[in-house]
């Protein structure tokens, strides 16, 4: 059922908040409320959790055999060289070059100095859908708010109306 300008669903990592289904009233308004409340908004790279799916860079300062662009499986692990497999799901891109500079450390280098940085975000995706100008599926990065998503969809279309929003959590 559409009853304003767009439905907006997310297919990963958003909180429910009390398990309500929808919000209705100003997009700006109603739906920002309730992610105002749980704290989503912007976020920096630092607050990220890689997981699943993404696609992270991994470089290790004058080793460039040991750099490289690896996607996170879905059991949150990746594989590099020397070190094999390391668990990178649920951590920031930080406590991630920690790990991997102290497993090259054990055996191989002197003082490692690596990078990570998340490429592709692609563990977290919300629909939007309903009167938007590009209904469709998109990534997002770390929290995001409805006008963000709207956004996304390149805005409302001629028909929306822009006082009623349904937004599933």
């Not at 700006?28 to 309730?34: F, G, H, Y």
């Not at 009167?131 to 028909?159: D, F, H």
């Not at 009623?164 to 959590?169: E, Q």
Request: proline letters at 5%.
């Amino acid at each position: 059922v559409l009853w304003g300008a767009a439905t907006c669903s997310p297919t990963a990592n958003f909180p429910r908040p009390g398990g309500a289904p929808a919000a209705r009233g100003s997009a700006a308004a109603a739906a920002n409320q309730i992610f105002a409340a749980k704290g989503v908004n912007d976020t920096s790279s630092e607050d990220y959790r890689i997981a699943g799916l993404d696609v992270i860079d991994v470089s290790v300062l004058g080793v460039p055999d040991l750099s490289r662009s690896v996607q996170v499986s879905s059991s949150g692990n990746i594989t590099l060289p020397l070190i094999h497999q390391v668990k990178a799901g649920g951590k920031t891109t930080a406590q991630l070059e920690r790990d991997i500079a102290s497993k090259l450390q054990a055996n191989y280098l002197q003082s490692p100095q690596v990078s990570v940085f998340v490429k592709e975000y692609n563990s977290q995706r919300i629909t939007v859908d309903g009167a938007v100008q590009k209904p469709g599926i998109y990534p997002i990065t770390g929290k995001t708010s409805l006008l963000r998503a709207i956004a996304l969809a390149q805005g409302l279309n001629e028909v929306a109306d822009s006082s009623g929003v349904i937004l599933f959590r």
